[in-house]
């Protein structure tokens, strides 16, 4: 089973920068992708990033050049750097993993962009 722990969530004013991070443990496997999906209130959730492990990655129209996606710790640990934050980004994030272990989702932390 594999696990995935979050951090990094918080309060932060508009156009300042948060960095998220995810690190995953249990029976991992081999990583195909690790991804970032938020979820704002009455609204679907939304893949924001991805990544695989040859680092392809993925980024939603609404985040590009303001986010970046990235990975270390022998891949099992990604990160999201989001920088220009606006009210728009407030939303909890998820971190999702898929393996050849399975998959998993994260709890969730809370990104709140406000002044």
């Known amino acids: 089973q594999v696990q995935l722990m979050e951090s990094g969530g918080g309060t932060v004013q508009p156009g300042g920068p948060l960095t998220l991070s995810c690190t995953a443990s249990?029976?991992?496997?081999?990583?195909?992708?690790m991804a970032w999906v938020r979820q704002a209130p009455g609204k679907q959730r939304e893949l924001v990033a991805s990544i695989t492990s040859a680092d392809i990655v993925y980024y939603a129209d609404s985040v590009k050049g303001r986010f970046t996606i990235s990975r270390e710790n022998a891949g099992n640990t990604a990160y999201l750097q989001m920088n220009s934050l606006k009210p728009d980004d407030t939303a909890v994030y998820y971190c999702n993993l898929q393996s050849n272990g399975g998959g998993a989702w994260g709890e969730g932390t809370q990104v709140t962009v406000s002044s």
């Open positions: 249990g029976s991992i496997g081999s990583i195909y992708y």
